[in-house]
């Protein structure tokens, strides 16, 4: 009796993630979106500029890495003026948008896409592969009730021309970022709630930081920030260091003061252990730092970019609930802001682990 075995050949579908290149929340974000892709057998190829291509590489060195123009918005140095040199930005976005819609069109045929994954890119979206749109700001925050309407009738029009959209946080009702990603009505297209997303994990180390300032987002206030709060770190005489977000600079920065380390950029295990080994410790209140910290429980001192205003709900929400500790840039006291850290009793963070990022994976196939 003989026995035939059949050559059953499995085509492995094609995925191109593309995270937005505001800051680098949006392409950390992706990393366990692309870390699961990888697990469940997808080819999964990357399409960024700049920082976040320089972030993507360091993270996974093998996957290809198409070059995809970023929006490249400029920001205002003073908080008055942020919305203003925001908004006359829009005719730019609009033709990135325009822009990156026509690119996608060239890339499907030169590498034989099935599925499209764009973190908040509005143009990848094409009616030849599957597309999946990611965001946590279905109702956007702009300070104003009838501006808030308006941008978000035009959110919902670009959205539903995705096959589906992916929100990063949990149904209620723990929600994390609050109004923004849970309003009252959703986007017409399929949408799937996949959890947390963070590309750290959680273990128990010892405390031996005293203080960790965590430096991100946009310029030129992340320079702002980061001169403001290191010329006060520098008169304090225990265990710190300072993360500043860059990682396309070097490692490592030489620090005269014994007391104080400096990085530009860490790697991500890295910079997991040094969260959780950290006791106090001070942030932007970009939603995908917020992430990592609930993931990682621990608590924080959140600093909103000025004349951000989803930084600023978030901030302000997550302090109601007792999560974090909310503070302001301006007039900012770093010795004043520990003492109220202390002095503030934050409930436990909730856990964060699920299984639904895995699920929404598995539906692609």
């Known amino acids: 009796m003989s026995t035939t075995i059949k050559n059953i050949n499995i085509t492995r579908k094609r995925v191109l993630v593309a995270p937005l290149d505001w800051g680098l929340g949006h392409t950390t974000r992706c990393i366990p979106i692309i ?47 942020f919305k203003v040199k925001l908004f006359g930005q829009t005719p730019k976005i609009l033709k990135a948008l325009k822009q990156e819609h ?17 973190d908040n890119r509005y143009g990848l979206y094409n009616t030849k592969v599957k597309s999946i749109f990611i965001t946590h700001q279905l109702a956007i925050e702009t300070g ?63 405390k031996n930081i005293d203080l960790l300032v965590l430096i991100s987002g946009p310029e030129p206030q992340r320079t702002a920030f980061e001169n403001m709060v290191l010329l006060q770190m520098t008169k304090l005489s225990f265990k710190m260091v300072l993360v500043r977000g860059l990682p396309g600079a070097p490692n490592k920065i030489i620090n005269t003061k014994k007391e104080l380390e400096i990085f530009d950029h860490l790697p991500a295990l890295e910079l997991s252990k040094l969260i959780q080994s950290s006791k106090t410790i001070i942030a932007r209140s970009g939603y995908s730092t917020i992430m990592d910290l609930i993931s990682l429980q621990q608590k924080a001192i ?42 503030v009793e934050l409930k436990t963070l909730p856990a964060a682990e699920n299984n639904k990022l895995q699920e929404a994976i598995i539906c692609l196939k």
């Open 35 to 81: 870390k699961e892709l990888q697990r469940q057998n997808f080819t999964v190829l990357l399409a960024a500029e700049g920082n976040s291509a320089h972030l993507l590489r360091k993270e996974f060195p093998s996957l290809t890495i198409i070059s995809l123009k970023g929006y490249r918005i400029s920001y205002s140095n003073t908080q008055g003026f």
């Open 302 to 343: 959140l600093i909103p970019t000025p004349g951000q205003t989803e930084q600023e709900y978030l901030s302000s929400y997550l302090s109601a609930k007792k999560y974090f500790v909310a503070a302001q840039q301006r007039r900012f006291n770093l010795i004043k802001e520990l003492q109220n850290f202390k002095s």
């Open 144 to 206: 104003y009730i009838f501006t808030n309407w308006i941008v978000k009738k035009l959110n919902y029009r670009l959205i539903n021309r995705f096959d589906g959209c992916w929100i990063p946080d949990e149904e209620s009702p723990f929600d994390l970022a609050g109004k923004l990603s849970h309003p009252k009505a959703l986007p017409a297209i399929p949408t799937t709630y996949i959890g947390i997303l963070t590309r750290f994990k959680y273990w128990k180390v010892e």
């Open 102 to 118: 026509t690119w996608l069109q060239k890339i499907i045929k030169e590498h034989e896409l099935d599925i499209v994954i764009s």
